[in-house]
């Protein structure tokens, strides 16, 4: 391939994910009453999305355990955070806009996102991966229906990083997937030049059609000292939150 056909097959791979991004943008903001011009049925829509979304019925910040289903896919997953940024929701880290590494990128142990089951695209081709069948129970199916499933196992590949994220609200980097942000934020003194946080109203994209959104925020589900930036951490944070309540955190926006 030449240097000019390649140049010309990024940029129609660019203008192909635009495409996605801009279709999938579109399809969220019509659920959550974006485009509707009545201010009743524009606040039922963003009601009924944040009960469908969170367990409160409204929008929460996403830690790591969070249930997320993908619209192509056939099974529940929970999101990872291999290292997190010092940042808690009670005893719960914060994820931010670029966790959503994939699978395939980096494995199993480093990754945001696992497989969701079998890919079944109601549009589109699903990835050409092996042919699996895989069992269903009504706690990891999407569908809640007990049984098994067939079809191409679930290759994620993501496009962009979350949208629809919370701007108000920023992550310093711990140096995995934003190296010099810490350090610029240290250099700007009071200023934080972090990333954006993410909520149960954010969502991401996958190249083969599938949406990616939350079904919970995670801040349920149990924590343990692996899962926490240090031990130092973890003891002043679980030690006040389950009672020692001797050194309180400084929790900041979150």
């Given at each position: 391939?030449?240097?000019?056909?390649?140049?010309?097959?990024?940029?129609?791979?660019?203008?192909?994910?635009?495409?996605?991004?801009?279709?999938?943008?579109?399809?969220?903001?019509?659920?959550?009453?974006?485009?509707?011009?009545?201010?009743?049925?524009?606040?039922?829509?963003?009601?009924?999305?944040?009960?469908?979304?969170?367990?409160?019925?409204?929008?929460?910040?996403?830690?790591?355990?969070?249930?997320?289903?993908?619209?192509?896919?056939?099974?529940k997953r929970k999101i990872n955070l291999p290292k997190c940024h010092g940042v808690y929701v009670g005893e719960h880290p914060v994820l931010h806009e670029l966790e959503c590494v994939a699978e395939p990128l980096c494995g199993l142990e480093k990754c945001n996102v696992t497989f969701f089951g079998v890919c079944m695209p109601q549009d589109g081709q699903p990835p050409q991966?092996?042919?699996?069948?895989?069992?269903?129970?009504?706690?990891?199916?999407?569908?809640?229906?007990?049984?098994?499933?067939?079809?191409?196992?679930?290759?994620?590949?993501?496009?962009?990083?979350?949208?629809?994220?919370?701007?108000?609200?920023?992550?310093?980097?711990?140096?995995?997937?934003?190296?010099?942000?810490?350090?610029?934020?240290?250099?700007?003194?009071?200023?934080?030049?972090?990333?954006?946080?993410?909520?149960?109203?954010?969502?991401?994209?996958?190249?083969?059609?599938?949406?990616?959104?939350?079904?919970?925020?995670?801040?349920?589900?149990?924590?343990?000292?692996?899962?926490?930036?240090?031990?130092?951490?973890?003891?002043?944070?679980?030690?006040?939150?389950?009672?020692?309540?001797?050194?309180?955190?400084?929790?900041?926006?979150?």
């Open positions: 391939m030449s240097e000019i056909e390649r140049a010309d097959s990024l940029i129609a791979l660019e203008k192909q994910s635009q495409e996605l991004i801009d279709q999938m943008q579109g399809q969220v903001d019509a659920a959550k009453g974006k485009d509707c011009t009545d201010e009743a049925e524009a606040e039922a829509k963003i009601r009924e999305y944040a009960r469908n979304h969170s367990e409160t019925g409204q929008y929460e910040y996403l830690v790591r355990g969070a249930t997320l289903v993908c619209s192509n896919g056939s099974h991966t092996e042919v699996k069948t895989y069992g269903k129970t009504a706690r990891n199916a999407k569908d809640g229906v007990p049984g098994t499933v067939t079809g191409h196992k679930c290759q994620p590949v993501i496009v962009g990083c979350w949208n629809d994220t919370y701007s108000d609200s920023r992550i310093v980097d711990n140096g995995d997937k934003n190296p010099g942000a810490r350090r610029l934020t240290e250099q700007s003194g009071a200023k934080i030049l972090g990333n954006n946080t993410v909520t149960t109203g954010s969502f991401l994209i996958c190249k083969y059609g599938g949406l990616i959104e939350p079904i919970d925020s995670g801040q349920g589900t149990l924590v343990f000292e692996e899962d926490f930036y240090n031990s130092e951490d973890f003891h002043k944070v679980v030690g006040y939150y389950r009672g020692d309540r001797k050194n309180p955190v400084e929790k900041g926006d979150a």
